[in-house]
């Protein structure tokens, strides 16, 4: 009985395997996304000239439902990851991540860091991460499937069988999202 492992070490690897997946697309999406976000700010250097003159401004009226509108479609285009093995995840993630470091980095050198974190830091978090999420549920199939556990179950079934919990990782972005369009239209009305 030596040679035999106890139903409780057999149970924690197996429940370790099963949030492996999880743990390794959460860390491959926020590199991803990092990835994007420090190159748009270190490779704009003096962009404050770009940014708009107050007497210039469009008058764009925002509401609760263009702000989801704006926000569920990039959310929803990082998710498509989901039907195309993660290809438009793996593009769309750091590309969102380069136009975010850039857009920062022009709001910071034009009215300072703290301007910008007063003004937006009440919705970016939620809305960010939302984002983050959807991209997480785009690339989580993939990861499911690549991983070399359960090899008797075919990757084409892997990836299938990861579906619930992709929508569900959806879901979650999309609860943040709202939760973000909510907010910033509050900051915006203020």
């Not at 924690?12 to 190159?39: D, E, K, N, S, Y």
């Not at 926000?71 to 929803?76: K, Q």
């Not at 939620?126 to 070399?148: D, M, Q, T």
């Not at 619930?164 to 239209?185: F, K, N």
Request: net charge negative; aromatic share 8%; charged share 10%.
């Amino acid at each position: 009985m030596t040679g035999m492992s106890s139903p409780t070490q057999v149970d924690g690897r197996t429940r370790r395997r099963r949030h492996l997946p999880i743990a390794i697309t959460l860390t491959g999406t926020v590199l991803l996304f990092l990835v994007g976000l420090l190159t748009g700010y270190a490779s704009h250097d003096g962009l404050s000239h770009l940014a708009a003159d107050p007497e210039t401004i469009d008058e764009t009226t925002w509401t609760f439902s263009s702000i989801l509108a704006r926000n569920a479609g990039v959310a929803l285009s990082l998710y498509t990851g989901t039907i195309s093995l993660g290809l438009t995840t793996i593009i769309t993630l750091p590309v969102l991540g380069l136009y975010i470091g850039a857009t920062a980095r022009i709001g910071i050198e034009s009215v300072g860091w703290w301007a910008v974190a007063g003004s937006a830091g009440w919705y970016v978090g939620p809305e960010f991460l939302g984002c983050l999420i959807a991209a997480a549920g785009g690339l989580y199939p993939l990861v499911s499937a690549s991983l070399p556990f359960d090899s008797e179950v075919p990757r084409w079934k892997r990836y299938l069988q990861a579906a619930p919990g992709s929508l569900l990782l959806l879901s979650l972005s999309v609860g943040l999202i709202i939760l973000g369009a909510g907010i910033e239209i509050l900051v915006i009305d203020s």
